[in-house]
């Protein structure tokens, strides 16, 4: 029931190093819209509906060849043309630049690309250029929380036998970082629990099985102790959590860009029903995720974002963000080093 924003509060409502990229991919033709505080830009894109759609099957299609092949390059082609295409213009026309926070809002198919691993032309991905997040319209800017401090911390960790390195996973996250922390592991870890305890805490952070369901999206669930929590249930929270990160696989996936519901209508995922609940931010993988290499992602998450605490202990606007993307960038450098899995 909120009244339909204008472009100046959403400009009044973005940092200096903001920059909101919408996108909109018609029937025929395929358009983007850039917000700075200080000016804005609006393009018609250099490719039609069709070719950014088959880009993105492409894409997606080849960058999940890397479960079984992460030597496979074939992904790089439509990374590169998808830059080109989607970032480049605003880069070529001086409105981005480097070290950007890009807040991107996608439509349609456009949902299922990972902005983080698309590629400029000199093999860079942009994660390594600009931090990257996503909204799902542009009013949603309006709810940013400004200067924030986080210090209470709740861990639900179901199943630590089937995935071991969960509970590495919340046990490695800095002290210094939360005033209060609290882990459910095993049995404790249950849904009644997360009901009655989710609203009290300022980051919940969920390492557990999930499970996308296409055809019947609000039944998709989160694997606890007692069995199944369904997304619809999540929609009944009543959170203040600044942010939630689901650490379970395929849980930033959404449901309704790819023709079994109408372009127009929203997108159901499990980010939507967290931030529907309440929540300011979640961080949430597109594919099936490795229990390890995921446990090694947070805590670079963790630590770069105790980094970022300011003296009075807050954290300032965009961290969460920023920390992922740097957690990013150096998991890719340190995988490959390693053991060979620098794979998107």
């Known amino acids: 029931e909120r009244a339909i924003p204008e472009m100046g509060d959403v ?3 973005l940092t200096d ?10 029937n025929e033709e395929a358009y983007a819209f850039a917000l700075r505080r200080d000016k804005s830009l609006f393009l018609q894109l250099n490719q039609s509906a069709s070719n950014v759609n088959s880009s993105v099957r492409a894409f997606r299609d080849l960058l999940l060849r890397g479960k079984t092949s992460p030597e496979n390059e074939l992904w790089k082609g439509p ?5 080109r295409t989607l ?11 480097e070290g950007d926070h890009l807040i991107i809002s996608p439509h349609a198919r456009l949902h299922e690309v990972p902005f983080a691993c698309l590629m400029d032309s000199g093999g860079r991905l942009l994660v ?8 799902p319209t542009a009013s949603s800017i309006l709810l940013q929380r400004g200067t924030t401090e986080p210090t209470t911390f709740l861990a639900f960790v179901p199943d630590t036998k089937s995935l071991p390195f969960a509970e590495q996973e919340v046990a490695g996250v800095p002290s210094r970082l939360f005033a209060s922390y609290k882990a459910q592991r095993n049995d404790e870890a249950s849904a009644s629990e997360l009901i009655q305890r989710a609203q009290g805490f300022d ?14 999206p609000l039944f998709s669930h989160l694997r606890l102790s007692d069995g199944p929590f369904e997304l619809y249930k999540i929609l009944d929270l009543k959170l203040s959590a600044r942010l939630v990160v689901l650490s379970a696989c395929e849980t930033g996936y959404g449901v309704g860009m790819m023709g ?5 209508h929203e997108v159901v995922s499990f980010p939507q029903a967290f931030l529907s609940a309440g929540a300011s931010a979640v961080i949430a993988p597109l594919w099936v995720v490795e229990d390890e290499a995921t446990s090694h992602l947070m805590a670079y998450f963790y630590s770069h974002l105790a980094l970022m605490k300011q003296p009075d202990h807050s954290l300032p606007p965009g961290s969460f963000a920023r920390s992922l993307a740097i957690a990013q960038s150096r998991f890719a450098r340190e995988a490959e080093q390693r053991r060979g899995k620098s794979h998107p």
């Open 260 to 264: 079994d519901i109408a372009q127009g």
């Open 79 to 83: 990374a590169s043309f998808l830059f």
């Open 128 to 135: 390594e250029r600009y931090t990257v997040s996503y909204v």
């Open 11 to 13: 400009q009044r409502a």
């Open 203 to 216: 980051v919940i952070h969920i390492a557990a099985h999930g499970s996308m369901h296409r055809w019947d």
């Open 87 to 97: 970032v480049q213009p605003f880069i070529a026309r001086g409105f981005l630049k």
């Open 17 to 26: 190093d903001q920059v909101l990229l919408e996108f909109f991919v018609g």
